[in-house]
């Protein structure tokens, strides 16, 4: 537990995988009446990295992003939420960013991404090579840097270098389903890299689905703290989560709020539990204060501009009558 919490405590990450533009619709407007949308960033490490930063971390992002006008915004959107781009780095031809287009509602809620020719898959070994691993405190990615080459083989190769700088690996499975070339390839992946992280963070679903079957994802959950992870934590949405740490269980519960839309939850837990891990709270306070981030992205419209900064999350944690019970 120490060598991972030590890590987080330096509050500076690294954070692998991709940054992308997203489209929204105006508050409960369905795509085919939307007369205008929004932009903003989105992807899932940019997230992550984007809303640690808010909250009053460091971040850089290791991606790849496309020689055009889309990585250029990319780019300034990381800069202006504080996200280090030193290891952010164009690629020309036909790589293009990936786009999200969804609708700002629940009821009836469509997003659709596009992911051809996808720029951050371009990310190689060169450029996890050129990362000075020495100066964060640990490393983050999400699952979906693996679903492609070369940007598997550069993850597992920046795993090792991690690893080697004594950085601990945090890793949100993250499983998309149209990146993957077969579920086969996915499962033996992913399960890979949860088995080479010290902190593995994700749903019911996903857990399930490296078990093989949703109903043997919590005992996969239990399995990995047991013998390769510190942390696991098992998120089941409404009804909250189960973290298994230390031979003991933590259940939690989350915050309800009038969601406006389901997407970014997940990051916005990732920055809010790691943020309050490094400020030395509780693994069952820091899980709780990511359920907060998570219930405050939903609520509003976006990914990454939705995320909270320091003075929203404490005045929604004042305010708030608080979580529901686990």
Avoid at 147 to 168: N, V
Avoid at 206 to 229: N, V
């Amino acid at each position: 537990m120490s060598k991972l919490l030590d890590g987080i405590k330096a509050n500076n990450f690294v954070v692998l995988g991709r940054a992308g533009i997203d489209l929204y619709t105006d508050p409960g407007v369905a795509t085919e009446d939307a007369e205008t949308v929004t932009v903003g960033l989105g992807g899932s490490s940019a997230n992550i990295a984007a809303g640690i930063c808010k909250l009053g971390g460091q971040a850089s992002l290791v991606t790849r992003v496309s020689d055009d006008s889309i990585g250029s915004y990319c780019i300034g959107q990381l800069k202006r939420y504080g996200v280090g781009t030193e290891y952010v780095t164009p690629v020309g031809g036909e790589y293009r960013n990936s786009l999200a287009f969804y609708e700002s509602r629940v009821e009836g809620h469509r997003n659709v991404i596009y992911r051809n020719a996808a720029a951050d898959f371009q990310m190689d070994a060169g450029n996890v090579a050129a990362v000075d691993y020495g100066k964060f405190g640990a490393l983050i990615t999400a699952g979906t840097v693996f679903a492609a080459e070369p940007s598997r083989s550069a993850t597992f190769d920046a795993f090792g270098r991690a690893q080697i700088a004594g950085l601990p690996i945090i890793f949100d499975v993250d499983y998309r389903p149209y990146s993957w070339p077969s579920p086969e390839v996915a499962a033996d992946v992913l399960s890979r890299a949860a088995a080479q992280s010290d902190m593995i963070v994700g749903n019911d679903e996903e857990f399930g689905f490296m078990a093989g079957g949703i109903d043997k994802g919590l005992a996969k959950a239990k399995a990995l703290a047991e013998d390769t992870a510190t942390i696991v934590v098992y998120k089941m949405g409404e009804k909250g989560a189960v973290t298994f740490a230390n031979g003991e269980e933590i259940h939690t519960g989350i915050w309800p709020v009038e969601a406006l839309k389901p997407t970014g939850a997940g990051d916005s837990f990732m920055a809010g539990m790691v943020t309050g891990l490094a400020e030395g709270q509780s693994l069952h306070d820091a899980i709780l204060r990511g359920s907060a981030c998570a219930s405050i992205t939903v609520s509003r419209p976006g990914c990454a501009p939705a995320m909270a900064n320091t003075p929203t999350l404490t005045k929604f944690m004042t305010d708030h009558p608080g979580p529901t019970d686990a």
